[in-house]
């Protein structure tokens, strides 16, 4: 690992310690972490991500104290720095969000299920944005008129508007089922969906797992596959 230059170790000790400030539930335990990240991190990255964290901590403020013990220990703290380096190279908010409840999530429960968060932070990382909305796309049973599949295609049109796979489809027709073709093949190939009958799809219970840790709150009524 190469030495910080004076001004960018200047920079980084600076963010390290103004996130106590910005953060007053995770601050002081963010800082001393930020001190010894790599050094071509994006520290505005890592600085929403907190952010981020923050809101969810502040949601179960009970847990605070949980998230104080479990960060003090080696799985702790290796979860943590995990979702540092992988926040830093987050460019998108939605990306942020979902990554900062994955991690609150893993170091806010009673135990740390340190082998669990460890995989569903290796799979988050492999996967791209569009990759991830195709498994929330999923994560819920496709129902003639269900509106939560049309907001996330209308909100999503270019990732998971469905496309014309005649033949003369214009060329942007033919890239885009290429590229939505290869979305749902990185779901299957890690296991995440499987296949239902000829073009249709189901998410697994890592899928599922995974959703669960990254979006708010899944339907009380889905099923298990």
């Known amino acids: ?6 001004d960018r170790r200047d920079r980084l000790v600076s963010v390290a310690k103004g996130i106590v400030g910005i953060c007053p539930w995770i601050g002081s335990m963010a800082s001393e972490a930020i001190e010894t990240l790599i050094p071509r991190q994006r520290l505005d990255r890592v600085v ?7 809101n969810e901590v502040q949601a179960m403020e009970e847990r605070i ?3 104080e013990k479990n960060i003090k220990t080696e799985e702790g703290l290796d979860i943590f720095e995990e979702g540092l380096t992988q926040a830093a190279r987050s460019y998108s908010k939605k990306r942020q969000e979902r990554l900062a409840r994955l991690v609150s999530q893993a170091l806010t429960a009673e135990k740390i299920k340190y082998e669990e968060s460890k995989k569903l932070l290796n ?3 492999e996967l791209t944005d569009p990759e991830i909305l195709w498994l929330v796309y999923y994560s819920e049973n496709l129902t003639y008129g269900s509106l939560f599949h049309k907001q996330l295609v209308e909100d999503n049109p270019d ?9 003369g489809s214009s ?3 033919i890239d885009r089922a290429a590229l939505q073709d290869s979305y749902r093949n990185t779901l299957l190939r890690f296991g995440l969906i499987k296949e ?3 073009s249709s799809y189901q998410i697994t219970s890592l899928g599922r797992l995974l959703v669960r840790y990254i979006e708010t709150r899944m339907e009380a009524d889905d099923k298990e596959e």
Request: a positive charge.
């Open 123 to 125: 799979l988050f990382r």
């Open 171 to 173: 060329q942007d027709q």
């Open 159 to 167: 990732v998971l508007k469905p496309v014309s796979r005649e033949y």
């Open 196 to 198: 239902q009958g000829r």
């Open 65 to 67: 104290k949980i998230l």
């Open 1 to 6: 690992m190469t030495e910080l230059d004076p």
């Open 48 to 54: 929403a991500f907190l952010r981020q964290m923050e």
